[in-house]
């Protein structure tokens, strides 16, 4: 599995090569990610979400034993509904969303430690709404491999 401080260190490097992306916060899910999130202020976004990534077995021999990192991503930008719509937030957001994609792949060409593995297959962009009522935006979910 990857080192979560290596994984956040990387989308705290994506955001270094993206401006507008305001901000990045590792969550988890649970009570505390509800606070976090309805606390931000429209000036923090679009911010990116990063789940800690789940690993499974991808080895059929103890001599190679790798695991394959399933992430989700989310970027996501609060919205005023009585001022602009859900779809409008996502319109938005969308080049971002983009860019952090062709960012994974370019990263994974050069032999990034985190994303060389990357399975191109698994690239998933899904548009989201209504998250916590006033957010919504783009997640991202992909997975690659590490060795164990």
């Not at 990387?10 to 990045?24: D, F, L, S, T």
């Not at 032999?111 to 783009?138: H, N």
């Amino acid at each position: 599995m990857i080192d979560i401080k290596v994984y956040r260190e990387y989308w705290e490097g994506v955001q270094k090569r993206i401006p507008e992306i305001k901000k990045v916060l590792p969550v988890t899910i649970d009570e505390e990610m509800s606070k976090t999130i309805q606390g931000l202020s429209k000036e923090e976004c679009p911010v990116l979400f990063i789940l800690i990534p789940s690993g499974t077995g991808a080895s059929l021999s103890a001599d190679n034993v790798r695991e394959n990192n399933l992430c989700v991503i989310f970027l996501m930008s609060k919205y005023d509904p009585q001022r602009k719509g859900a779809y409008e937030t996502i319109e938005e957001v969308q080049p971002v969303m983009e860019r952090i994609k062709q960012m994974l792949i370019e990263d994974s060409a050069t032999g990034c430690p985190v994303t060389k593995e990357l399975d191109l297959t698994s690239l998933s962009t899904l548009p989201e709404s209504g998250f916590y009522r006033t957010f919504a935006g783009w997640s991202l979910a992909f997975s690659f491999k590490t060795r164990c």
